[in-house]
């Protein structure tokens, strides 16, 4: 229960309190309060309220001790200052539906705030708005543990010492803020879509809480295209998450993927999100990803469009990865050779070297080619670059020469 209160009880804290981490100590003291009395009074009918009504109650007294009753008062309304203490049969203190969506909405732009380095950004927010401890964080991103813990306190440190406000930015800083919390949720998503490092391919707690961080975004903003763009392509990707590995945890590529294993639900609410999309760089690798998506069979797959999107997305957003994955299906769509000097210019690119699929590509493209020697060689380069087991375990695989009909007699 209070995994799934926190980032509310925490939100509605901080508007009082004006600090994240005083927020969050408050909300776990209301957590503990919790613990103490339930198991006398009996769980409360409405615990979320209880709770959060006991987390107010203590912010409130805390800014009564720390500030003159009367300067405060006027700070936090008049309204704030009738909470009564709460009782299991009394859980009053919440407000309506648009107060806790608004309150939502800061903290989520506050634990995005650009003062805050990427990793940190990341960090804080699984920890205020994803409800995970700090050694699952750790634990998610392979970590150490005081790594992490000391991250997110210098990160609320950060934010107390720069002043940030706790609201959602006016319209002239909203665009720059509004992209933070999207890459945010986005680096989250992928991490656990692709694990950098381990022994598991997929992470899919990360990949929940990233949806549904998501999805709360776009139902708090939705005016915000880029926000349901967001949305759509995390509700393509996750569909396919089931069927991404095998039953022994080994990679399974999207060409063997069990298509009966894809969760339509998801690609329909990804088609419903990607309808309320815009133009922007999310709301075309969500249109890439509903190829994939509605495509019945891999060799049905679109590729001619999915080239073409790519290329939109290169004007949008140019980088070497997606100029990497446009090869990718440029490759499907024209053939490898169209495909191998798309690759070969990439070669030199700095932000690509140790990025294990670049040989990864070239290798299959090679292989296409009938070129099996070359493509042997740059699986294994791909294989001593990744840090993932189970890439390294496929790579290695490919790299590895088939044994010939004489030796297998």
């Not at 050694?135 to 992490?148: F, G, M, S």
């Not at 656990?192 to 381990?198: D, L, M, P, W």
């Not at 994939?292 to 590729?303: C, F, G, I, L």
């Not at 790579?395 to 009909?405: H, I, V």
Request: some cysteine; aromatic content about 4%.
């Amino acid at each position: 229960m209070f995994r799934i209160e926190s980032a509310r009880i925490i939100a509605g804290v901080a508007r009082i309190v004006r600090d994240v981490g005083i927020a969050e100590e408050l909300a776990q003291d209301a957590l503990v309060a919790a613990l103490e009395q339930w198991p006398e009074s009996g769980v409360p009918e409405k615990p979320g309220a209880w709770l959060m009504a006991t987390a107010k109650h203590r912010a409130i007294d805390l800014v009564r001790r720390k500030e003159t009753y009367a300067r405060k008062l006027a700070e936090v309304g008049r309204a704030l200052t009738d909470v009564p203490p709460p009782s299991p049969e009394d859980p009053s203190g919440t407000e309506d539906a648009e107060d806790i969506g608004d309150d939502l909405l800061r903290l989520i732009f506050t634990a995005c705030h650009p003062v805050l380095s990427t990793e940190a950004r990341i960090a804080l927010t699984l920890r205020l708005l994803g409800g995970l401890t700090t050694q699952e964080i750790a634990r998610a991103y392979l970590a150490p543990e005081p790594t992490v813990a000391q991250r997110i306190v210098r990160a609320k440190r950060a934010l107390a010492k720069a002043g940030v406000p706790f609201e959602v930015p006016g319209a002239a800083e909203r665009a720059a803020r509004l992209s933070s919390v999207l890459e945010v949720i986005y680096l989250i998503f992928n991490e656990g879509y692709s694990a950098t490092a381990g022994e598991d391919l997929v992470r899919p707690a990360l990949c929940e809480d990233a949806l549904r961080l998501a999805r709360v975004l776009a139902g708090l903003m939705p005016g915000e295209p880029e926000a349901h763009g967001l949305a759509a392509l995390l509700e393509f990707q996750a569909s396919r998450i089931a069927a991404r590995t095998g039953p022994d945890g080994a990679p399974v590529l999207l060409a063997d993927q069990d298509r009966g294993k894809w969760n339509r639900m998801f690609i329909r609410r990804g088609i419903e999100a990607l309808h309320r999309a815009g133009h922007g760089p999310y709301a075309v690798q969500a249109a890439i990803a509903a190829c994939h998506a509605q495509a019945v069979r891999y060799e049905d797959t679109d590729w001619a469009t999915i080239a073409a999107l790519y290329g939109r997305l290169m004007a949008l957003a140019p980088s070497p990865v997606v100029e990497l994955n446009r090869a990718v299906a440029v490759s499907m769509a024209q053939g490898p050779a169209a495909a191998l000097h798309l690759v070969d210019a990439l070669a030199g690119e700095p932000a690509l070297k140790g990025y294990h699929l670049l040989p990864s590509v070239r290798g299959d493209l090679l292989e296409r080619l009938g070129r099996a020697d070359e493509a042997r060689a740059e699986f294994a380069r791909a294989a001593s670059l990744t840090r993932n087991a189970r890439e390294k375990a496929l790579l290695l695989e490919r790299a590895t020469p088939a044994p010939s009909p004489d030796s297998a007699a």
